[in-house]
Each structure stands twice: as C-alpha cells, then as structure tokens.
C-alpha cells in the first residue's frame, strides 16, 4: 500500500516537472530565454512562483532539464545510426550529416533556440558535457570497428574520435552552424566530412618523439 502511494506520487511528480518544462520551453521559445523568468512560468501554468521552486532551484535548472531532454532526443537518433548495419566509414558519414541537419533546423527555425543553446554552450553545463562524452564513445566503437575492419589503419580511436569531432565541429558546434550557413567560402558538409575520414584512412599521426 505505502509502495503505491509512493509510485502515485513519483508520477504526479513528473507530470509536474513535464508541464513546467512544456511551459518553459514555450515561453523561451516566444519571449527568449533572459526576458523569461520563473513567474511567467508560473504565472502560465497557473501556480505560484513558489511551486516552481519545489521542483528546480532555479530558473537555470529549468534550463537544464530541457537542454538535457533535447539531447536526449538526438542521441538517441544517433545511436540509431551507429547500430545500424553499416560499415564504419557509412556511419561516421551519416552521423555527421545528420548532426549538422538537425543543428541546423534548430538553430535557423526560431533564434530564440539559438539563444538557449549558447548560453548552454557558454556556461559548460554539465547535461553539455556528459552528452559531448556520449558521443565520443559512439564515435570512438565505430572508428575501432573501422579498424578491426580494415578500412582504418591501427590507431589510437580515443585521439582518433576527438579529431573527428573537431574536425567536423562547424557542422555540429551550434554557434559555428549558425555563423558559417551560407557562406559560399565555407566547404559544404560533404567536402567537411569526406576530409575528416579521408583522415583516418590515411592522416593517423605518430606522436613526435
């Protein structure tokens, strides 16, 4: 009996912590990220400031939680990629892709995004980091299958997986998507992304002695 009034309450909690994060990210969305504060969210959903509270400290804890939610959401479509039956040069290609796609529409479609993920970005969250980390193991297994495969040569894929990130970083950093889009000086996505594996297949560098 206690359990499910334990678990009773566990759900009517989330579906707090859904309608405050729904609600704030509507109101990002329309008035932008620093003219929104925790009593427009309140005042939105039609509670008190105080409430809010109960759920996250801070207006930037709210910040966060959506952050980590929209992060989710893309590493779960690039984990989709990564296990699909596809060589590893395939899946570096496509992942590169469609990290840049996706960064792309969000940042173009509402510049109010384009807010909320610089100030994520310039702030070093935590929910940021342990994403970037995520990613540097996916992209570190399908390097290593590259090489047991025979399309890399051996190499070290830790070293190996942060190059190619920053390699391709204009298609996937935020801020530089949304600087460099359009620019007829800038090399296109595939130009970037054939570069950054054209380099594993023949670029591995010795360390100097």
Same mark, same amino acid.
């Given at each position: ?31 932008? $990220? ?60 496509? $992942? ?5 796609? $996706? ?27 342990? $994403? ?78």
């Amino acid at each position: 009996m206690v359990k499910q009034a334990e678990v009773a309450a566990d759900l009517v909690r989330q579906e707090n912590i859904d309608r405050i994060l729904e609600s704030a990210e509507r109101l990002f969305r329309h008035y932008g $990220y620093t003219k929104t504060n925790v009593a427009d969210i309140a005042r939105d959903l039609g509670m008190s400031s105080a409430n809010i509270y109960r759920f996250f400290p801070s207006k930037s804890a709210i910040h966060q939680a959506l952050a980590e939610r929209m992060l989710d959401d893309m590493y779960r479509s690039f984990v989709n990629i990564f296990n699909q039956k596809l060589s590893a040069c395939e899946k570096l290609h496509l $992942y590169a892709e469609s990290n840049h796609k $996706y960064t792309f529409e969000m940042m173009t479609s509402d510049k109010k995004v384009h807010e909320m993920v610089v100030v994520a970005m310039e702030q070093h969250w935590p929910v940021v980091e342990t $994403y970037m980390d995520k990613i540097q193991l996916l992209l570190k297994s399908a390097i290593r299958q590259g090489i047991d495969a025979g399309e890399f040569p051996e190499q070290d894929e830790n070293v190996a997986a942060r190059c190619f990130c920053a390699c391709i970083a204009q298609l996937s950093h935020p801020v530089l998507v949304a600087q460099f889009t359009g620019d007829s000086r800038e090399p296109s996505v595939w130009e970037l992304v054939q570069f950054a594996i054209h380099s594993l297949k023949y670029g591995a560098l010795d360390k100097p002695r």
